[in-house]
């Protein structure tokens, strides 16, 4: 694991193996034809990320244009900010503005927004799609 921030060639594998990895098994509410890939995936992708990386996980709360909200999770990697599913938060007139409070939370925490089976299928997914990367 590492304590230094990922260089941009590491971020862009870290993405690529990501969106091979996201499926509708591994999201709460996966529709690719009205949203991103990783709308839903914030959690489990948090908890890959700082199991394969090291770091921390981090959380926010993200407000909907309804007025609730969501919690949302997402790493911090020698002392900088990755979010691997921000582009979840461009669907026009559903979000507001995407704010970081940068809250420390724990993979266990993240789980508790994980369904059952969700987070084994992106561990296996991601390690494979990784593994293709190298």
């Given at each position: 694991m590492t304590s230094a921030p990922l260089t941009?060639?590491?971020?862009?594998k870290i993405r690529r193996a990501l969106e091979q990895s996201w499926s509708d098994k591994t999201s709460v509410c996966f529709n690719p034809d009205i949203a991103?890939?990783?709308?839903?995936?914030?959690a489990?992708?948090?908890?890959?990320?700082?199991?394969?990386?090291?770091?921390?996980?981090?959380?926010t709360s993200v407000k909907k244009h309804d007025g609730s909200s969501i919690?949302?999770?997402?790493?911090?990697?020698?002392?900088?900010?990755?979010?691997?599913?921000?582009?979840?938060?461009?669907?026009?007139?559903?979000?507001?503005?995407?704010f970081y409070e940068?809250?420390?939370?724990?993979?266990?925490?993240?789980e508790t927004e994980t369904?059952?089976?969700?987070?084994?299928?992106?561990?296996?997914?991601f390690s494979l799609a990784l593994g293709n990367e190298s």
């Open positions: 941009a060639s590491t971020q862009s991103p890939r990783s709308y839903g995936q914030c489990p992708t948090a908890v890959v990320v700082f199991e394969t990386f090291g770091g921390e996980i981090l959380k919690r949302h999770f997402y790493n911090r990697i020698g002392g900088r900010r990755y979010d691997f599913t921000a582009d979840q938060f461009n669907i026009p007139n559903y979000w507001r503005e995407l940068d809250i420390v939370s724990s993979a266990a925490d993240a369904l059952s089976g969700q987070l084994e299928t992106i561990r296996i997914a």
